[in-house]
């Protein structure tokens, strides 16, 4: 199952740094996308990254802070998340698909545990 951690506490403005693992199971073969999900809320994608490759997808309230990449020799995928507000408070997930549905949280297969990303005022 996948393994994400790097959540924490952080300052409105601030950065933080998420990683996920996925022992085995090869990343590259799978679109990779980062959810989360506020208290109360449904669960949203937050950025993907296609089987294929190409730039990274992104939803536009993160688009500009956050960046997604993966390291294929490492079978890691990361999200960068910068200039954090307070509305960015979630517990995040990474998540898996081989379906063309990326964008669709249910056509994701396999779930990481989630790690908790509170940004403070």
């Known amino acids: 199952q996948l393994q994400a951690c790097g959540g924490g506490l952080v300052v409105t403005g601030g950065s933080l740094g998420l990683s996920c693992t996925a022992p085995?199971?090869?990343?590259?073969?799978?679109?990779v996308g980062w959810f989360r999900q506020a208290p109360g809320q449904e669960r949203e994608l937050v950025a993907a990254?296609?089987?294929?490759?190409?730039?990274?997808y992104y939803e536009d309230f993160v688009k500009g802070r956050f960046t997604a990449s993966r390291d294929n020799a490492k079978n890691t995928v990361y999200l960068q998340m910068n200039a954090l507000k307070s509305e960015d408070t979630a517990v995040y997930y990474c998540?898996?698909?081989?379906?063309?549905?990326?964008?669709?949280?249910?056509?994701?297969?396999?779930w990481g545990q989630g790690t908790l990303v509170t940004v403070s005022s």
């Open positions: 998540a898996v698909s081989q379906n063309v549905n990326w964008r669709m949280a249910v056509y994701y297969g396999y």
């Open positions: 085995g199971l090869t990343f590259r073969a799978y679109h």
């Open positions: 990254m296609r089987r294929s490759g190409g730039e990274p």
